[in-house]
Protein backbone atom coordinates (compact mmCIF):
# COMPACT_ATOMS: atom_id res chain seq x y z
CA UNK A 1 0.00 0.00 0.00
CA UNK A 2 2.34 2.83 -1.75
CA UNK A 3 -0.54 5.29 -0.37
CA UNK A 4 -0.21 8.61 -2.44
CA UNK A 5 3.00 8.96 -4.51
CA UNK A 6 4.08 11.66 -6.51
CA UNK A 7 6.63 12.38 -9.68
CA UNK A 8 8.78 14.28 -10.10
CA UNK A 9 10.59 14.45 -6.72
CA UNK A 10 12.40 17.51 -8.37
CA UNK A 11 11.80 19.07 -11.64
CA UNK A 12 13.88 22.62 -13.22
CA UNK A 13 11.92 24.25 -15.71
CA UNK A 14 12.79 27.10 -17.37
CA UNK A 15 10.21 30.32 -17.88
CA UNK A 16 7.72 29.71 -20.44
CA UNK A 17 8.02 25.54 -20.75
CA UNK A 18 5.35 23.23 -19.75
CA UNK A 19 4.96 20.30 -17.41
CA UNK A 20 2.92 18.00 -15.67
CA UNK A 21 3.03 16.70 -11.90
CA UNK A 22 1.70 13.54 -11.33
CA UNK A 23 -0.28 12.14 -8.43
CA UNK A 24 -1.81 8.71 -7.58
CA UNK A 25 -3.22 7.54 -4.77
CA UNK A 26 -4.52 3.38 -4.09
CA UNK A 27 -6.71 3.76 -1.08
CA UNK A 28 -9.86 4.06 -2.72
CA UNK A 29 -10.15 7.79 -2.41
CA UNK A 30 -12.82 9.99 -4.11
CA UNK A 31 -11.15 13.29 -3.34
CA UNK A 32 -8.02 14.51 -4.42
CA UNK A 33 -5.93 17.61 -4.21
CA UNK A 34 -3.21 19.83 -5.21
CA UNK A 35 -1.79 22.27 -3.03
CA UNK A 36 1.23 24.65 -3.20
CA UNK A 37 3.58 25.39 0.22
CA UNK A 38 5.84 28.50 0.19
CA UNK A 39 7.65 29.70 3.25
CA UNK A 40 5.82 31.78 5.85
CA UNK A 41 2.43 30.73 3.63
CA UNK A 42 1.25 27.47 4.80
CA UNK A 43 -0.19 25.33 2.21
CA UNK A 44 -2.74 26.91 -0.25
CA UNK A 45 -5.08 24.58 -2.32
CA UNK A 46 -4.67 25.00 -5.90
CA UNK A 47 -7.34 22.47 -7.28
CA UNK A 48 -9.38 19.81 -5.63
CA UNK A 49 -11.48 17.00 -7.13
CA UNK A 50 -14.33 16.14 -5.05
CA UNK A 51 -14.92 12.56 -7.34
CA UNK A 52 -14.21 11.05 -10.46
CA UNK A 53 -15.07 13.50 -13.14
CA UNK A 54 -15.15 16.62 -11.04
CA UNK A 55 -12.57 19.16 -10.30
CA UNK A 56 -13.07 22.54 -8.95
CA UNK A 57 -10.75 25.61 -8.46
CA UNK A 58 -8.96 26.70 -5.16
CA UNK A 59 -7.65 29.57 -3.85
CA UNK A 60 -4.47 29.63 -6.38
CA UNK A 61 -5.79 28.21 -9.61
CA UNK A 62 -4.17 31.11 -12.21
CA UNK A 63 -1.70 29.56 -14.27
CA UNK A 64 -2.75 25.78 -13.58
CA UNK A 65 -5.00 23.02 -14.97
CA UNK A 66 -5.92 19.93 -13.72
CA UNK A 67 -6.97 16.57 -14.69
CA UNK A 68 -9.06 13.88 -12.79
CA UNK A 69 -7.79 10.64 -15.00
CA UNK A 70 -9.93 8.19 -13.15
CA UNK A 71 -10.32 7.54 -9.42
CA UNK A 72 -6.27 6.41 -8.74
CA UNK A 73 -5.05 9.65 -10.59
CA UNK A 74 -4.96 13.72 -10.25
CA UNK A 75 -2.18 15.24 -12.54
CA UNK A 76 -1.31 19.44 -12.41
CA UNK A 77 -0.35 20.95 -15.75
CA UNK A 78 1.48 24.40 -15.89
CA UNK A 79 1.08 25.34 -19.58
CA UNK A 80 3.98 28.24 -19.23
CA UNK A 81 5.81 28.11 -16.49
CA UNK A 82 6.26 31.61 -14.48
CA UNK A 83 8.91 32.09 -11.67
CA UNK A 84 6.23 32.63 -9.39
CA UNK A 85 5.66 28.95 -9.83
CA UNK A 86 8.48 28.25 -7.96
CA UNK A 87 7.44 26.04 -5.28
CA UNK A 88 6.67 22.55 -3.25
CA UNK A 89 4.12 21.10 -4.83
CA UNK A 90 1.66 18.28 -2.68
CA UNK A 91 -1.16 15.99 -3.76
CA UNK A 92 -3.37 15.05 -0.88
CA UNK A 93 -6.29 12.24 -0.97
CA UNK A 94 -9.50 12.07 1.57
CA UNK A 95 -11.94 9.42 2.30
CA UNK A 96 -15.36 9.72 0.25
CA UNK A 97 -16.85 12.91 -0.05
CA UNK A 98 -16.45 15.36 2.71
CA UNK A 99 -13.66 17.80 2.94
CA UNK A 100 -13.72 17.59 6.32
CA UNK A 101 -12.28 14.63 6.49
CA UNK A 102 -8.37 13.24 7.23
CA UNK A 103 -6.46 14.15 3.59
CA UNK A 104 -3.20 11.77 3.23
CA UNK A 105 -0.56 13.78 1.33
CA UNK A 106 2.24 12.23 -1.11
CA UNK A 107 5.92 13.50 -0.71
CA UNK A 108 6.05 16.39 -2.97
CA UNK A 109 7.46 17.69 -5.84
CA UNK A 110 9.85 20.19 -5.55
CA UNK A 111 10.09 22.75 -8.42
CA UNK A 112 11.99 25.70 -9.31
CA UNK A 113 11.39 27.75 -12.76
CA UNK A 114 14.33 29.74 -13.78
CA UNK B 1 -5.77 37.22 4.04
CA UNK B 2 -4.65 34.33 5.99
CA UNK B 3 -7.76 33.19 8.20
CA UNK B 4 -5.28 30.91 10.32
CA UNK B 5 -2.48 31.84 11.64
CA UNK B 6 0.28 30.30 13.26
CA UNK B 7 2.58 33.64 14.82
CA UNK B 8 5.10 31.31 15.87
CA UNK B 9 7.30 30.40 13.56
CA UNK B 10 9.88 28.40 15.64
CA UNK B 11 9.55 27.11 18.83
CA UNK B 12 12.54 25.16 20.94
CA UNK B 13 11.61 23.14 23.92
CA UNK B 14 13.45 20.49 26.06
CA UNK B 15 13.61 16.73 25.79
CA UNK B 16 10.46 15.66 28.73
CA UNK B 17 8.82 19.38 28.66
CA UNK B 18 5.75 20.66 27.55
CA UNK B 19 5.48 22.01 23.87
CA UNK B 20 2.53 24.57 23.21
CA UNK B 21 1.95 25.36 20.05
CA UNK B 22 -1.02 28.39 19.19
CA UNK B 23 -3.52 28.80 16.73
CA UNK B 24 -5.69 31.61 16.07
CA UNK B 25 -8.36 31.50 13.16
CA UNK B 26 -10.68 34.84 11.94
CA UNK B 27 -13.59 32.91 10.41
CA UNK B 28 -16.27 32.18 12.62
CA UNK B 29 -18.04 29.73 10.29
CA UNK B 30 -14.81 27.16 11.13
CA UNK B 31 -16.25 24.13 12.54
CA UNK B 32 -13.19 21.64 11.98
CA UNK B 33 -9.62 22.10 13.16
CA UNK B 34 -7.03 19.39 12.43
CA UNK B 35 -3.13 19.70 13.00
CA UNK B 36 -0.82 18.21 10.72
CA UNK B 37 2.90 17.08 11.23
CA UNK B 38 5.50 17.56 8.28
CA UNK B 39 9.19 16.17 8.55
CA UNK B 40 11.68 17.60 5.45
CA UNK B 41 11.19 15.96 2.25
CA UNK B 42 8.26 14.37 3.39
CA UNK B 43 4.15 15.43 2.80
CA UNK B 44 2.65 16.21 5.59
CA UNK B 45 0.81 13.20 7.98
CA UNK B 46 -1.81 14.12 10.22
CA UNK B 47 -1.80 14.23 13.86
CA UNK B 48 -5.41 15.61 16.08
CA UNK B 49 -8.65 16.94 15.03
CA UNK B 50 -10.91 18.77 17.35
CA UNK B 51 -14.55 19.45 16.55
CA UNK B 52 -16.17 22.74 17.44
CA UNK B 53 -18.36 21.14 19.49
CA UNK B 54 -15.61 20.14 21.98
CA UNK B 55 -13.19 22.23 23.72
CA UNK B 56 -10.59 19.67 24.14
CA UNK B 57 -9.68 16.51 22.29
CA UNK B 58 -6.57 14.13 23.75
CA UNK B 59 -4.63 11.48 21.79
CA UNK B 60 -1.87 10.00 23.98
CA UNK B 61 0.83 12.46 24.27
CA UNK B 62 -0.87 14.80 21.77
CA UNK B 63 -4.03 17.65 23.08
CA UNK B 64 -5.87 20.14 21.40
CA UNK B 65 -7.51 22.60 23.11
CA UNK B 66 -10.32 24.96 21.03
CA UNK B 67 -11.42 28.46 22.68
CA UNK B 68 -14.18 29.38 20.25
CA UNK B 69 -14.72 32.74 21.79
CA UNK B 70 -11.43 33.41 21.43
CA UNK B 71 -10.99 31.84 18.06
CA UNK B 72 -7.95 30.28 19.26
CA UNK B 73 -6.54 26.07 19.72
CA UNK B 74 -3.65 25.03 20.76
CA UNK B 75 -1.22 21.52 20.54
CA UNK B 76 0.15 20.66 23.65
CA UNK B 77 2.98 17.66 23.62
CA UNK B 78 3.96 16.47 27.06
CA UNK B 79 5.93 15.21 27.41
CA UNK B 80 8.26 16.28 24.17
CA UNK B 81 10.63 14.03 22.58
CA UNK B 82 13.62 13.77 19.77
CA UNK B 83 11.21 12.38 16.95
CA UNK B 84 8.51 15.66 17.93
CA UNK B 85 11.09 18.06 15.85
CA UNK B 86 9.29 18.91 13.04
CA UNK B 87 6.79 21.84 11.61
CA UNK B 88 3.37 21.62 13.18
CA UNK B 89 0.18 23.08 10.60
CA UNK B 90 -2.69 24.05 12.34
CA UNK B 91 -5.60 23.85 9.50
CA UNK B 92 -9.42 24.72 9.46
CA UNK B 93 -12.28 24.26 7.82
CA UNK B 94 -16.19 24.71 7.81
CA UNK B 95 -18.86 22.33 6.72
CA UNK B 96 -18.13 21.70 2.90
CA UNK B 97 -15.46 24.20 2.55
CA UNK B 98 -11.63 23.56 1.88
CA UNK B 99 -8.85 23.21 4.77
CA UNK B 100 -7.15 26.67 5.43
CA UNK B 101 -3.50 26.09 6.95
CA UNK B 102 -1.55 28.55 8.83
CA UNK B 103 2.27 29.42 7.59
CA UNK B 104 3.47 26.64 10.18
CA UNK B 105 5.51 26.12 13.59
CA UNK B 106 9.00 24.54 13.46
CA UNK B 107 9.39 22.75 16.47
CA UNK B 108 13.28 21.84 17.67
CA UNK B 109 13.35 19.60 20.82
CA UNK B 110 16.83 19.22 22.07
CA UNK B 111 18.25 16.82 24.64
Known amino acids: NAGVTQTPKFQVLKTGQSMTLQCAQD?????MYWYRQDPGMGLRLIYY???????DKGEVPNGYNVSRLNKREFSLRLESAAPSQTSVYFC?????????????FGPGTRLLVL | DQQVKQNSPSLSVQEGRISILNCDYT??????FLWYKKYPAEGPTFLIS?????DKNEDGRFTVFLNKSAKHLSLHIVPSQPGDSAVYFC??????????FGAGTQVVVTP
Open chain 2, 50 to 54: ISSIK
Open chain 2, 91 to 100: AATDSWGKLQ
Open chain 1, 27 to 31: MNHNS
Open chain 1, 49 to 55: SASEGTT
Open chain 2, 27 to 32: NSMFDY
Open chain 1, 92 to 104: ASSVPGHLQETQY
